[in-house]
T-cell receptor, first 119, second 113 residues
Framework: AQTVTQSQPEMSVQEAETVTLSCTYD???????LFWYKQPPSRQMILVIR??????QNATENRFSVNFQKAAKSFSLKISDSQLGDAAMYFCAYRTTMNYGGSQGNLIFGKGTKLSVKP | KAGVTQTPRYLIKTRGQQVTLSCSPISGHRSVSWYQQTPGQGLQFLFE???????NKGNFPGRFSGRQFSNSRSEMNVSTLELGDSALYLC????????????FGSGTQLSVL
């Protein structure tokens, strides 16, 4: 069974600085998707960035980028030029690409990292 | 385009009662998934529906059930509520089944007293 581990329950960053959130996962599959989701106090899960395992290139979305190390099963999120609005819970998630029984596969989440941004 | 709508936003029930939560996906989305979020267990997958058929189910007791209607709206039901069922229940929708991006609603916060 696949597992996702986020070892940092809480992180703090100064506004305008850079912070990296860690995520490791365990799987025997060779192809899969990895995600970072943000959950602000509004509770809605918002997709930050997505990485397909077969792609070597690290995904980037504006100030957000990932460091995907497939062999090490590591998937860290870097937030550059941190803003007050980045304060939230961040969840790393895994999803298989295999289509079992007509299912797209469910997300397997880590426990989350609470990010605080200091002005 | 409206996002994923979950109703109600908050719900208080007592042990032994049953509850029904509703999820309206984004227009055009045919796949709906449900997740339970608790401080202790984190986010756990409940069900996935596509074209009114349950495609996948998480490891939850039979008290948890769901369904999807022809307009893609989905409901989940929890019978014989227990204190441990207190959680945020999140619904997510996607266009189809081909590893599409999921869009989440803001959830229903269920408190069982």
């Amino acid at each position: 069974a696949q597992t996702v581990t986020q070892s940092q329950p809480e992180m703090s960053v100064q506004e305008a600085e850079t912070v990296t959130l860690s995520c490791t996962y365990d799987t025997s599959e060779s192809d899969y998707y990895l995600f970072w989701y943000k959950q602000p106090p509004s509770r809605q899960m918002i997709l930050v960035i997505r990485q397909e395992a077969y792609k070597q290139q690290n995904a980037t979305e504006n100030r957000f980028s990932v460091n995907f190390q497939k062999a090490a099963k590591s998937f860290s999120l870097k937030i550059s030029d941190s803003q007050l609005g980045d304060a939230a819970m961040y969840f790393c998630a895994y999803r298989t690409t295999m289509n079992y029984g007509g299912s797209q596969g469910n997300l397997i989440f880590g426990k989350g990292t609470k990010l605080s941004v200091k002005p | 385009k409206a996002g994923v709508t979950q109703t109600p936003r908050y719900l208080i029930k007592t042990r032994g009662q049953q509850v029904t939560l509703s999820c309206s996906p984004i227009s055009g989305h045919r796949s709906v998934s449900w997740y339970q979020q608790t401080p202790g267990q984190g986010l756990q997958f409940l069900f996935e529906y596509f074209s009114e058929t349950q495609r996948n189910k998480g490891n939850f007791p039979g008290r948890f059930s769901g369904r999807q209607f022809s307009n893609s709206r989905s409901e989940m039901n929890v019978s014989t509520l227990e204190l441990g069922d207190s959680a945020l229940y999140l619904c997510a929708s996607s266009v189809g089944l081909s590893n599409e991006k999921l869009f989440f609603g803001s959830g229903t916060q269920l408190s069982v007293l």
